[in-house]
């Protein structure tokens, strides 16, 4: 995975929109306007921050050397994954969408109905 590949998978989610709110070195994917999944422009090694169950969260830390705390977020909630080719890229597809989906199911519920008319 690289950082085209991830954002064309982002952007082909229902909803998604791609931002530059802190700046133009941080590209941020929404959907219905809440963050989920940013990414560094500027870094040398690609990586990328995804919402994640807590439990999970610390299961894919134990697991994989290059899932983290979710850099500058909540760390409870939030990895940072690094992509270095050590992580099968259908699990990091996967990790994104579960990230898209935790915040879909956090929206309002008017929101989500909106969503769906999208999909």
């Known amino acids: 995975m690289n950082l085209e590949t991830l954002r064309e998978y982002c952007l082909k989610l229902p909803g998604v929109t791609e931002e530059l709110p ?35 969260a610390e299961e894919l830390r134990e697991k994989y050397s290059d899932v983290k705390p979710g850099y500058h ?3 409870k ?14 699990e990091l597809f996967s990790w994104v969408r579960d990230s898209y989906d935790l915040v879909v199911a ?13 999909v």
Not at 40 to 56: G, I, M, W
Not at 79 to 85: A, E, H, K, P
Not at 106 to 118: D, N, V, Y
């Open 73 to 75: 977020m909540n760390k």
């Open 22 to 56: 802190f700046g133009p070195d941080t590209l941020v994917f929404k959907v219905m306007g809440k963050v989920f999944l940013l990414t560094p422009l500027d870094s040398l090694q690609h990586q990328f921050n995804a919402k994640c169950d807590p439990e999970k």
């Open 77 to 90: 909630h939030w990895n940072t994954v690094y992509v270095t080719g050590s992580i099968p890229s259908d």
């Open 106 to 118: 956090s929206l309002p519920k008017k929101t989500q109905e909106e969503l769906k008319k999208i």
